[in-house]
C-alpha cells in the first residue's frame, strides 16, 4: 500500500472508532460513512484511461442529466424551484433511479443577464441546488447548456425555441429573421435555420467578443461554485461540461468538419481548460464534447470528426459525446424495434475514441422520446443502450465472449425533470402559448421521472431497467461486467443475456431473477469494489457466488468480511455490496442475483465452482 492510500486508511480508522472526523468546514460523518467514504475518497481523477478515486479504485459515472428545466424561463434558468425540490429529487435519483452522479445544466443567459456582470443571485441558487446533489452522495459534472444558441433567436409564434447564449449576444448580431423550412425535428434548426447557423458561426469567430464574454462567465461561475460549496461538497464535484454539442454553424472557404474541430473547436476548447485552472479548478477534468454530429447513425447527419486531431488530450480531459439513435427516433430508418447488441459497436467507437486520445470516455446524454408515435421503441432502445454501456459484448455472445467486455462506461440518461408534464412555461415569452405537458420543450418528453398528485416522485419507466446493478468502484482492474435486468416492454420480459445451458448450477441459481457479472483482477488496495444493489435486491434476498465466498443475504460491512453490503452515503436508502479483496493481481469474479430463495449450500458451492472453471477459461 503507498503511503497517500495508508494516510487515507488510517482516517478511516480514526472514523469508525470516533464516529467523526474533523477536518477544515466539515460537518460530523454520517452514520452510514464508511472509513472509505471521506472526502478525501470521493476526489476523482483520470488514471490509466478510468475515473479513478483517491484510494485507487476505477469509478463509474451513472446518472442523469439534472434537469431539461434549466432551457425554460419558469424557474428562471435553474433546475428547480427551490432547494427543497432539488434535495426531494436527489433523494429520488439516489432511491429510484440508481444514481451516482448527475449532469447539472446551468444557463448562460442566466448567468451574465447583463454583459459584464455576473448574477450572484442566479449564482448562489444555483450552488445551493447543486449541494443539495453531492450532500445526497451524488457527484456533479456542471454543464453550460445551449440549444440553438439562444432562445432570444426565435419568434414569439415560432414553432420552435432555444437556449443559452443571452439576448444582449443576439442584440450584437444582425441575424435573419429564423425559419427552419420543413423541419418535422427541433434539431434540424441546427443545419437548416439562418439565424441559428449564423449566430452560432459568430460565437466560434468570438465576433463582438462574445467568446472572451462567455468564457469570463464561465470562470467566474467555477469560481463561485469553488467559494461557496464547502470543501467536502466541491471534491465531489468530478468536472465541467464547456459547451453543449458543439457545431460550427457554418463552415468557411475549404474547411471541413474535421478541420473545424482541429482549428476552432479545439482551441476554444484549450481556453476553457485555462479559465478552470485559473478558477482553482486545476485537478477537475473538462468534459469535452466533438461536434455533434460525428457519431451520428444515419449517413446523411453524419459528419467527419470526433477530435481526430487532438492528439493525446491526457487526464486534464475526459472524452464526453452524446448518443441519440436517430434512425430509432425518425419512426422512417427504423422500423422495429431496438436488439441485444443493437448499440455495442456504437458504444465501442466511444470507447476506442477516449482510448486513442489518453483519456476515459463518458456518454453524458442518451435517450428515446417516451411519449409520441415512436414511443413504443423506447423499452429496447434503453435497455440495448445501458447494454452497450456494461459491455461491449452482446448478450448473446457474453458468456462466451466476455474477455472482450472492456471498460464499464459512464454515462448520464437524458433526462431526470421532477415537473414533466406539471410545467408552466410561456414558449418564447408568448402568453398565447403556455406549455404544460411533457417537457415543455420542443414537443420533447424524455424525462425519466414525474411527481404524482401528492407530490412524491415516481417513475414513468422500468424501475428494473433504471434502477440498475453497476460497478460503482472498483478496487483493481474491471474485465468484465454484464447485468441482466429483465426489463419489460409491455407485458414482454427482455432477456438478452440468459445463463448458458454449460452452467445449469448458475442458472439455477439465477432462475427468472435479475443478475450480474463483475470480473476483476486486483491492485492491492483495502477499500473494498463497491456494486450499486437496486430496490429489487433486498439485502436479506440477495446471493453472491464469488470466489470471495458465497452468501445469502450479505452481513453488514467490516474491514473483515468479504461480502458485505451497506447503505450509501447521502442518506437516501441507497445500498450497496461491498466485495473486500485486499490481494494483488489476483482474478475475481462475483456473480449477485435476486433470483433464489434461501438456496442450498450444496446448490452454491456447484455453481461456484462452474463460475470459477469458466472465468479461468475465459480469463486465462
Request: charged share 20%; proline share 5%.
Amino acid at each position: 500500500m503507498d503511503m497517500s492510500k495508508l494516510r487515507v486508511h488510517l482516517l478511516g480508522v480514526l472514523v469508525l472508532v470516533t464516529g467523526f472526523l474533523t477536518t477544515v468546514g466539515s460537518q460530523p460523518a454520517r452514520a452510514d460513512t464508511l472509513w472509505f467514504d471521506t472526502p478525501t475518497s470521493t476526489t476523482l481523477t483520470v488514471q490509466n484511461g478510468r475515473f479513478t478515486d483517491a484510494l485507487g479504485r476505477e469509478v463509474v459515472l451513472r446518472g442523469y442529466n439534472v434537469s431539461g428545466e434549466t432551457k425554460l424561463k419558469e424557474n428562471n434558468g435553474l433546475p428547480f424551484a427551490s432547494v427543497a425540490d432539488a434535495k426531494k429529487s436527489a433523494a429520488a435519483l439516489r432511491a429510484l433511479g440508481g444514481g451516482n452522479s448527475v449532469r447539472f445544466l446551468l444557463s448562460w443567459a442566466y448567468a451574465e443577464p447583463v454583459r459584464g456582470t455576473v448574477s450572484s443571485s442566479y449564482l448562489a441558487a444555483a450552488t445551493a441546488q447543486m449541494g443539495a446533489f453531492l450532500d445526497a452522495g451524488i457527484r456533479v459534472y456542471p454543464d453550460f447548456h445551449q440549444d440553438l444558441y439562444s432562445r432570444w433567436l426565435f419568434d414569439s409564434d415560432s414553432w420552435y425555441t432555444g437556449d443559452g447564449a443571452p439576448k444582449w449576444a443576439v442584440d450584437l448580431g444582425d441575424y435573419p429573421d429564423e425559419y427552419c423550412g420543413i423541419c418535422p425535428f427541433w434539431g434540424q434548426n441546427i443545419t437548416s435555420n439562418a439565424a441559428v447557423t449564423e449566430a452560432t458561426y459568430d460565437f466560434w469567430h468570438n465576433t463582438n467578443g462574445v467568446q472572451d464574454s462567455f468564457l469570463l462567465t464561465a470562470q467566474k461561475t467555477m469560481a463561485y461554485l469553488k467559494a461557496n460549496l464547502t470543501s467536502a461538497q466541491f471534491t465531489g464535484v468530478v468536472g465541467f461540461d464547456p459547451y453543449n454539442e458543439p457545431h460550427f454553424g457554418t463552415l468557411d472557404s475549404g474547411q471541413t468538419s474535421r478541420t473545424w474541430e482541429k482549428d476552432v473547436l479545439w482551441p476554444f476548447f484549450v481556453k476553457f481548460r485555462a479559465r478552470m485552472d485559473a478558477a482553482g479548478w486545476q485537478d477537475k477534468p473538462a468534459f469535452v464534447e466533438p461536434n455533434l454530429f460525428w457519431n451520428a447513425n444515419i449517413d446523411f447527419q453524419k459528419q467527419e470528426g470526433g477530435l481526430l486531431d487532438a492528439g493525446t488530450i491526457g487526464p486534464r480531459y475526459v472524452f464526453n459525446t452524446h448518443f441519440y439513435d436517430q434512425k430509432a427516433i425518425s419512426g422512417v430508418f427504423m422500423w422495429g424495434k431496438a436488439e441485444d447488441g443493437q448499440y455495442v459497436t456504437d458504444f465501442g467507437t466511444v470507447r476506442d475514441r477516449a482510448a486513442a486520445t489518453g483519456t476515459t470516455g463518458i456518454i453524458s446524454e442518451f435517450g428515446h422520446p417516451l411519449a409520441g408515435s415512436v414511443s413504443d421503441k423506447a423499452p429496447t432502445v434503453y435497455k440495448a443502450m445501458y447494454q452497450a454501456l456494461d459491455s461491449r459484448v452482446k448478450g448473446a455472445s457474453w458468456w462466451s465472449g466476455a474477455s472482450g467486455s472492456g471498460p464499464v462506461l459512464s454515462g448520464s440518461q437524458w433526462q431526470w425533470d421532477i415537473y414533466n408534464g406539471r410545467h408552466n412555461e410561456l414558449m418564447n415569452d408568448n402568453p398565447d402559448k403556455v406549455l404544460t405537458t411533457g417537457d415543455a420543450w420542443n414537443d420533447e418528453d424524455l424525462s425519466a421521472v414525474r411527481l404524482d398528485d401528492s407530490g412524491t416522485a415516481v417513475l414513468r419507466q422500468d424501475a428494473r431497467m433504471l434502477d440498475r446493478v453497476y460497478p460503482g468502484a472498483t478496487a483493481g482492474t474491471t474485465l468484465a461486467f454484464t447485468y441482466e435486468d429483465r426489463s419489460r416492454d409491455g407485458s414482454t420480459t427482455l432477456t438478452w443475456n440468459p445463463v448458458p445451458s454449460s452452467l445449469p448450477n448458475v442458472s439455477t441459481l439465477v432462475g427468472s431473477g435479475q443478475y450480474s457479472v463483475l470480473v476483476w483482477r486486483s491492485k492491492g488496495i483495502s477499500a473494498p469494489t463497491e456494486l450499486h444493489l437496486p430496490a429489487s435486491f433486498p439485502t436479506a434476498t440477495t446471493t453472491v457466488v464469488s470466489d470471495l465466498g458465497t452468501v445469502y443475504g450479505p452481513p453488514a460491512y467490516t474491514s473483515t468480511t468479504p461480502i458485505a453490503a451497506g447503505t450509501d452515503p447521502g442518506g437516501t436508502g441507497s445500498r450497496r455490496l461491498l466485495l473486500t479483496a485486499p490481494d494483488s493481481g489476483v482474478l475475481h469474479y462475483a456473480l449477485v442475483t435476486n433470483g433464489a430463495t434461501a438456496p442450498s449450500a450444496s446448490l452454491l458451492s456447484a455453481a461456484r465452482a462452474e463460475l470459477a472453471s469458466w472465468a479461468a477459461s475465459e480469463f486465462s
